[in-house]
């Protein structure tokens, strides 16, 4: 009976304990879950919607009832980011990495949101090594982070990891990943012709002319190696290749022919080029201001507007034309007091006897071709 008894109160006493466990599991694992996933559906509704601001509410208080909610971090750190808040951005996906027992596709997006991060806070540097690591390890992002890698390393100028970046990662190239290969090996051989190793740098120059037949900048860095090492007739041997192989492109080394010739006494020569153009394309608005600005020199301001007018009535309003004439005639003395507030205008806005490049991106100007800004350090962003 005795044991009967203990038998029973024992029982009682574990059907009370399960009655606990039951009342405290569904308290705090059941209903807590329930509100997190309120708020964070409602932060994914507002973020559909495309309002950022409650999405990052929410998604603050779905992290702050459920810190395992890591999709939630996620998102929250990528709305920051995306908001200009990238160091608190960094911070939450940062913390985030030392978790563990994380899913391999969890772990990845979170690398990916880290390199994102680091980009958008300017470090370069951490940036090219994350990079890096997501292209050896994480075939999802594999593509992404390559593409993105290239960017960091132009803004290092480290055009030779570049350029083997293209080689290791892009199977087949597209025309934008030729032209980036080609002229990433003319900027690598431009910092070893600083270095006067003239020689070297040729090679390169060279090499990129087998990647990209068509890049200009190979071309006239070529040209520019001999100059500089007083090599003339080399000099315009290889920017006269530039007019014969890239004739569109050509404009490019007129200034440099011109005072290599005028160097040499050869400044007859220049004329020759210009009609040689001219007479396989005809509209060539650059070789047309260039061989009437010839004529000009010499005063010979008949043969200069005959040159002008040749163009067709389709290029006569074009602002380097227009401004051009107007300086001719100004030099004719006709129409002379019109002339000069036409001319006065069209000084303040354009450059009517030498050409300037102009950035896309940032509107720098240059005196000379470059391929890469200076002052955005974009490549390939000027308006030839």
Request: proline share 2%; charged share 30%; with cysteine.
């Amino acid at each position: 009976m005795q044991s009967s008894d203990l038998l029973m109160e024992l029982l009682i006493i574990l059907l009370v304990i399960a009655a606990l466990i039951i009342i405290y599991y569904y308290t705090r694992v059941y209903r807590k879950p329930k509100a997190d996933k309120g708020s964070y559906l409602a932060a994914l509704e507002y973020l559909a919607d495309g309002n950022e601001k409650w999405a990052i509410q929410k998604f603050k208080e779905t992290v702050r009832d459920d810190s395992e909610n890591v999709q939630a971090y996620l998102r929250l750190g990528d709305l920051l980011r995306k908001r200009g808040f990238a160091n608190n951005a960094l911070k939450i996906h940062k913390d985030l990495t030392f978790r563990g027992n994380l899913f391999p596709e969890i772990r990845d997006k979170i690398q990916f949101s880290l390199l994102l991060d680091y980009e958008a806070t300017g470090n370069y540097k951490v940036a090219i090594e994350l990079a890096n690591s997501i292209i050896e390890n994480d075939k999802t992002y594999q593509n992404e982070a390559a593409l993105r890698l290239l960017n960091y390393l132009e803004r290092e100028e480290r055009w030779q990891e570049a350029f083997l970046t293209i080689k290791k990662c892009f199977k087949e190239l597209t025309p934008l990943l030729i032209k980036k290969s080609a002229l990433y090996l003319v900027f690598e051989g431009l910092k070893i012709q600083e270095k006067g190793e003239g020689r070297e740098a040729r090679i390169k120059f060279k090499e990129s002319m087998k990647i990209d037949p068509e890049c200009a900048a190979a071309f006239y860095c070529l040209g520019k190696s001999y100059y500089v090492e007083d090599r003339l007739e080399d000099a315009i041997h290889e920017w006269e290749n530039l007019c014969r192989t890239l004739p569109k492109k050509a404009y490019l080394t007129f200034k440099d022919l011109e005072r290599s010739w005028f160097e040499m006494g050869k400044f007859t020569e220049a004329e020759k080029l210009y009609k040689g153009i001219l007479a396989k394309d005809s509209k060539n608005i650059f070789a047309t201001v260039a061989l009437a600005e010839i004529y000009t020199k010499k005063e010979d301001f008949e043969r200069a507007l005959d040159v002008l007018d040749r163009l067709g009535d389709e290029n006569q309003h074009d602002p380097q034309i227009v401004g051009f004439k107007l300086k001719i005639l100004s030099n004719k003395n006709q129409y002379k007091q019109a002339i000069h507030h036409a001319l006065d205008y069209f000084n303040k806005r354009y450059d009517l006897s030498e050409r300037r490049f102009e950035c896309q991106e940032c509107q720098y100007k240059s005196d000379e071709p470059i391929w890469i800004c200076p002052q955005c350090k974009s490549i390939d962003s000027f308006d030839f």
